[in-house]
């Protein structure tokens, strides 16, 4: 029906471009209310002026009478447009109070009836998805204002809701709680064979103990020991708990018996990391007794591997590297430019019949010290030769400031074993 019409206004154009209008005819234009368009657009007859017409006139008069249709198709689309356009203002008001928009201010979203285009079945097409889209946009402010009232209107509910969730977290914390419970479970069987190895190792340690505190009771004075190294292995040895601090002088005295031959290896010695060889007292082979120091060597004219007591000191100082060599408190040698400026590391590993090629191990069966130790005492100082004398004959006892001969602070390994010594008088007879 549309492209009829079309097809007739253009050629209605097209016959009055050529042909003006008709003298003497007149047309009324009748306007015709929005309801009309939908029942159709009845045409008045036209008056008959002497019979019947002519195939031109009757040509020119449907032309005009679409002409007429046209024109009120117009106004009627009008008129349509302007109540779409009052109807979208206020649906937009309407949006913006419900969501919570101030009154007056208006969205400034897309006037889909702004541009009709001009072909009538697209406009009859685009007014339709118009009012589906009014009618969508209604049903939804209809929907929120619902769902407003009834959560403003029913807090019982919404108290129901909260208990029920609140009831099935409960649950889920209790079902937790439970799992927790079984793997808690699981766990202490699973280590209950631990627990008792780790209790067996501490009976050990109490046992351990209790021996030596039985050990301890055995000497008359926590210094009345000494240190039984009978055989030339590697597993022999004596610790010393204690480790040095940093040193720029000591002096080291000790007593020992010995009769190994050749040499009677090494009565003691410290390392450090990075230096096995801090500090060495040892006779190896047929050499001399000698003094390490940072593992520069001084020979000591030291002569004790004859099966007797004998007292030992030596002193050294990192002015000059100087040394003093002691036997039975008379002085026998000294010298100088041993490790001079250098300071004992601190920090190390106190071997006693061991010789260290690393930190607290490696040892050398051959170099291993034979005999018997006490009295094995460190200072941070030079002691004076009366001192030492002192010490030797007897006439005064006088613990290392630094490394004292304590039972407490030796520890015995592979066999080595402490007895008590003979008193200081029994040592010097012996000599």
Known sequence: MLALLAAGLVLAVAAGAQDGPAPGNRFVCTALPPEAAHAGCPLPAMPM????????????????????????????LGAQREAIRELTAKLARCEGLAGGKAPGKVGTGKDTMGDLPRDPGHVVEQLSRSLQTLKDRLESLEHQLRVNVSTAALPGDFREVLQRRLGELERQ????????????????????AHRQKTESALNALLQRVTELE???????????????????????????????PELYAFTICLWLRSSASPGIGTPFSYAVPGQANEIVLIEWGNNPIELLINDKVAQL??????GKWHHICVTWTTRDGMWEAFQDGEKLGT???????????????????????TVGGRFDATQAFVGELSQF??????????????IANCSTNMPGNVIPWVDNNVDVFG????????????RLLDL
């Open 49 to 76: 002026q002497g019979g019947a017409l002519s195939p031109e006139e009757e040509l020119r008069a449907a032309v005009l009478q679409l002409r007429e249709t046209v024109v009120q198709q117009k106004e009627t």
């Open 173 to 192: 914390l209790l079902r937790k709680v439970a799992e927790l419970e079984d793997e808690k479970s699981l766990l202490h069987n699973e280590t209950s």
């Open 214 to 244: 039985r050990g301890n009771s055995a000497f008359k004075s926590p210094d009345a020991f000494k240190v039984s190294l009978p055989l030339r292995t590697n597993y022999l040895y004596g610790k010393i708990k204690k480790t040095l």
């Open 301 to 306: 004219p030291l002569f004790v591997s004859d």
């Open 335 to 357: 010298g100088e430019n041993l490790a001079p400026w250098h300071p004992i590391k601190p920090g190390g590993v106190l071997i006693l019949g061991q010789e260290q090629d």
């Open 377 to 390: 005492n460190i200072w941070d100082r030079v002691l004076r030769a009366q001192e030492i004398i002192n």
């Open 415 to 426: 066999g080595a074993s402490k007895w008590p010594v003979e008193t200081c008088e029994e």
